[in-house]
């Protein structure tokens, strides 16, 4: 055991947990392995996400031959590279520098040939940062559908589907267009199950998802549509490429790293400190406030969570929603996060964390917050009505006058979220 667990103070406990969750997904300690062989003619770099400009230097550090290339990332998430373009774009929404740098994307793609290799480096975020509406579907409607989708719900692989349907470059049209130069993508995932198809809406992946499945989305969660966008969703044009057509043939696909390689990271080090881990893996998802019920039933419900036993430490990752219904600030990781420390009411030597580990939570500016066995008390201290601030969506307002959010900035990298629950 590095350092004793029962002079820690639990704050700073889990704070290094997400710590290491994080550095896990470091692209400069684990790309350099899975790099592919140079091509005989040039390589072209692309890219888009979170992790975008990280990934970009790491390439550079490594490649052992010339580089050119473009890789999109959201506003304050750059970094200075020596041969690689970054641009910072619009995320969660697309915006326009997003769709002129996804159409120079799309555009040195179709200029490759059959002896040179395009490199796409993708994390999460890329989505919204490649974007690149199908003819007649314009910029403005997108980012109306977008909006929709990211407030009423849906999940992550659902507002996938839908993306994929009206753009030119997701769904492996991408490495479609570069056919038939060989492409080779290198992901860091943020999705649980590391689908290849679901990173970044998969521009460089076969697609099974169809027309069909988009619309029922759409319709399933009442988004408004405009006609031509309709119109669009009816024609074969919409239909992605699937995983068999010959177009993708030469394209390969390495993970760098992934949710589960980071919640095993802070794993490994509790262990190290002296923590029982219970790891409930990289999966869980549905409604922020929901999950945090969940939990809170397996702390009340469990042994290893009496305060008789072993201090433990319950893990889990996997992106929540919000159904957005009020007015105020904070994402997922608060919401959860508020609606647990309702659930525990002040429970003794329970303490919890959970952040998004690519810096950013939902809309906000902070990574999450942290959870205390006397938050709600100084709440109410403050006149603070916790129940009032979950309704009102306002979770983040709510750890932003306790002092106790959780600040990195970008992290410029991207494993979905971290959850860590301790009984101290």
């Given at each position: 055991m590095n350092e004793n667990l029962f002079d820690a103070d639990p704050r700073n406990l889990l704070l290094d947990l997400f710590s290491h969750a994080v550095a896990r997904a470091d692209p400069s300690e684990n790309m350099a392995g899975l790099l592919p062989e140079p091509p005989l003619g040039k390589v072209v770099v692309v890219g888009a996400g979170k992790a975008g400009a990280s990934m970009a230097q790491a390439l550079e550090k490594s490649w052992p031959g010339p580089l050119e290339g473009i890789v999109l990332v959201p506003y304050g998430h750059g970094l200075d590279c020596h041969f690689i373009e970054i641009i910072e774009a619009g995320h969660p929404i697309p915006d326009s520098a997003g769709q002129v740098g996804a159409q120079r994307i799309f555009d040195l793609a179709c200029s490759l040939g059959p002896d040179d290799l395009l490199l796409c480096l993708l994390s999460g975020g890329g989505s919204s940062l490649l974007s690149l509406p199908l003819p007649g579907v314009s910029l403005k409607q997108k980012q109306s559908i977008t909006s929709q989708l990211l407030i009423c719900g849906a999940s992550i692989h659902e507002i996938n589907t839908v993306r994929k349907h009206l753009s030119s470059i997701k769904g492996g049209r991408l490495a479609r267009a570069a056919y038939p130069a060989r492409t080779e993508t290198l992901?860091?995932?943020?999705?649980?199950?590391?689908?290849?198809?679901?990173?970044?809406?998969?521009?460089?992946?076969?697609?099974?998802t169809t027309i069909d499945q988009a619309v029922a989305i759409l319709e399933k969660y009442v988004i408004k549509v405009p006609q031509a966008v309709k119109t669009v969703l009816r024609t074969p044009t919409s239909e992605s490429p699937s995983p068999g057509h010959v177009h993708l043939s030469h394209s390969r696909l390495s993970i760098i790293a992934t949710p589960a390689d980071a919640l095993a990271a802070a794993a490994a080090h509790a262990q190290q400190r002296g923590l029982t881990v219970i790891n409930r893996g990289d999966a869980e998802e549905g409604i922020a406030h929901e999950l945090a019920r969940v939990h809170y039933r397996l702390v009340v419900d469990s042994d290893p969570f009496s305060g008789t036993g072993p201090k433990t430490v319950m893990l889990s990752g996997g992106e929540t929603t919000v159904v957005v219904k009020g007015q105020g600030t904070g994402g997922r990781n608060q919401e959860y996060l508020l609606a647990l420390a309702i659930e525990l009411d002040g429970m003794d030597n329970i303490f919890a964390i959970a952040c998004d580990t690519d810096g950013i939570d939902g809309a906000s500016q902070v990574a999450g917050a942290i959870i205390t066995p006397d938050t709600l008390s100084r709440a109410r201290l403050l006149d603070m009505n916790p129940r009032a601030y979950l309704a009102d969506n306002n979770a983040g307002a709510f750890f932003e006058a306790l002092g106790d959010t959780v600040v990195t900035g970008p992290t410029r990298t991207n494993v979905n979220d971290f959850r860590a629950i301790v009984c101290f």
């Open positions: 992901v860091i995932s943020d999705v649980p199950g590391d689908d290849p198809a679901t990173i970044a809406s998969g521009p460089t992946t076969g697609d099974l």
